[in-house]
Nanobody, 118 residues
Framework: QVQVVESGGEMVQPGGSLRLSCVVS????????MSWYRQAPGKERDLVAC????????NYVDSVKGRFTISRDNYKNTVYLQMTSMKPEDTAAYFC???????????WGNGTLVTVSS
């Protein structure tokens, strides 16, 4: 059984930093691209960042480039999203996903809520 479990979401002030974690089990993590998506209330779920299986290449949506960093530890079956210089528009539920494309696999976490507010 595949499990995807996110953690780390909380409220943070504008300009602050936060790190999200996602642990995967029941799947061959080392061969899978991994991604973070986010969904704000009333909006669609959008890709934030994706990292390739070997961790050597990553892609980001323009709005987070230079502020967010996706990384992975293939020994711990864990993918991270380091967020810095956070803005109120980063407020959303953040979801970890196996694969990069939204329909790459059916495997998603339940989400972790990030709120950026003063």
């Amino acid at each position: 059984q595949v499990q995807v479990v996110e953690s780390g979401g909380e409220m943070v002030q504008p300009g602050g930093s936060l790190r999200l974690s996602c642990v995967v089990s029941g799947f061959t993590f080392t061969v899978a691209s991994m991604s973070w998506y986010r969904q704000a209330p009333g909006k669609e779920r959008d890709l934030v960042a994706c990292v390739m299986a070997n961790g050597m290449s990553a892609n980001y949506v323009d709005s987070v480039k230079g502020r967010f960093t996706i990384s992975r530890d293939n020994y711990k079956n864990t993918v991270y999203l380091q967020m810095t210089s956070m803005k109120p528009e980063d407020t959303a539920a953040y979801f970890c996903h196996i694969g990069c494309a939204i329909h790459a696999t059916p495997y998603w976490g339940n989400g972790t809520l990030v709120t950026v507010s003063s």
